[in-house]
């Protein structure tokens, strides 16, 4: 009989994957590259110098890189000596990654000094009293430099002293709601994750990724089932189009992974129509709403390759819209984030955690392997997300006779106006249909009478002009007066959190301050 804590970690089918193709490339990046065979050995030479500085099992490391081959290996290292990992965002402010230390009870800190000398030197003195150890991806001034020591020691194999049971990683949410809280997983939810997301997405036979999004986040986590199929990850420190599409022609790119902002970018940039984008096979996109029509585009201009993508920090993935639901034939399905993984179960509730009947919106509540063991430190939220044992996602959703999931909003961005509950994502989506309007949100704004009005930001397309009272009246057509926005505001961008998210918290501030707005 095979017990849970028997099962592979994450470490080990990495150590696997590593050892299967010496001599493929696993890492290519602008100036450099990595084999299997060298990443596999840098492993057990981080091992060994982290082994030497005193990091030991069950203690928590803080990692700060961009995206990086070398710091990669170094949190496949950390975690096969049993460490518990939590990657600070390459993008984030101090005061976060500060908090993030703080929160997750980090007494370890690994630096990439090449991206991150001065945060890394800040990190180290600000929070001395609680780092016992800082390490650094090369030389500095603030810390010791693990790679150099590893050198230093010579060639040793890597090892994986985790077991399914120990804990893994402390993932922090983008904190769109409020303060980003730590979900915590054990190796066995880990190498869940791994298996679904190789299982339900299509992936090409041989992937090149390209991953310009952060790895330390959702891009990460396509690069196990990349080096697991004998695949190269192509990384890039940062989304700059021109480079992007540049690269996807270069190297033959077959796949990558875009939030939708990103995608409005590429579509907008002079040089998308000059590229050849043939080698394309895959672009998995998520993380925020992404509007019909400019998806629409994207097909006619990239091709057939997408494939979205639903999730979250608390459980990832969720469902999956494939490739051939991507169909001019049947735009309905365009609005919808695809079907149940294999791997999840997926019902819609009510407030009183009954089921919905169906047709009826409800919040997507889930049960999988995958799925966060807890809030770490947050035990009244953790009870609260995952009342009646499902977890609760935030989101609302409807579902159809076929299982295909509709989000229609989140439960916190919901807008009560004169007693009507108002989805933002419902306005949006028609407020983006207007060919003139790269991208729009909806918040709700204090209003005396109906305690909330619908108000819209919009960004204009470059060089375009378009009306408040044409929008507002193109809402009114579509979804009726009390969908209409009473106030359009035209934006140069709207503010992203460090995930690519619209950050509706900053836009919400400047309409509430000082108020108190309720929310479900």
Sequence with gaps: MTLLHDLPTGTTMTLRALARFPDRDAFVWDGGRLTYRAAYELVGRLQAAMSAAGL????????????????????????????????????????????????SGATALVVDPRTHAARGAELAAQAADRLAVVLTMGRADFGRDVVAAGEAIGSTTPIDLATADDHAIINYTGGTTGKSKGAIRRHRSVAAAVLATSSDFEFPAVPRYLAAAPITHVSGTKVLPTLLRGGTVHLMKGFDPERFLHTIAREKINFTLMVPTMIYVMLDHPALDRTDLS??????????????????????RVGPVFSQLYGQTECYPVSVLRKGDHDARRPELFASCGSPIAGCRVTLRDEDNNEVKPGEAGEICVQAAHVMEQYWNRPEQTAETFAGGWLHTGDIARADERGYLYIVDRKKDMIVSGGFNIFPREVEDVLSSHPDVAMAA????????????????????????????????????????????????????LPLTAVGKVDKKVLRAKFWAGRSRQVG
Excluded at 282 to 291: D, I, T
Aim: aromatic share 4%; net charge negative; glycine share 10%.
């Design 279 to 300: 080698s394309l096979e895959l672009v998995l996109y998520g993380a925020s709403p992404m509007s019909p029509t400019r998806l629409v585009e994207g097909l006619e």
């Design 56 to 103: 030991k099992k069950g203690q928590v490391a803080a990692f700060l890189s961009a995206n990086s081959a070398e710091t990669w290996c170094a949190g496949v290292a950390a975690q096969g000596l049993g460490l518990v990992v939590t990657w600070l965002h390459p993008l984030g402010a101090l005061a976060d990654h500060l908090d993030v230390i703080a929160d």
């Design 442 to 493: 909806v918040i709700g704004v204090p209003h005396d009478k109906w305690g909330e009005a619908v108000a819209a930001l919009v960004v204009a397309k470059p060089g375009a002009s378009v009306e408040a009272e044409a929008l507002m009246q193109l809402v009114k057509d579509r979804k009726g007066s009390t969908h209409a926005p009473k106030q359009v505001e035209f934006v140069d961008a």
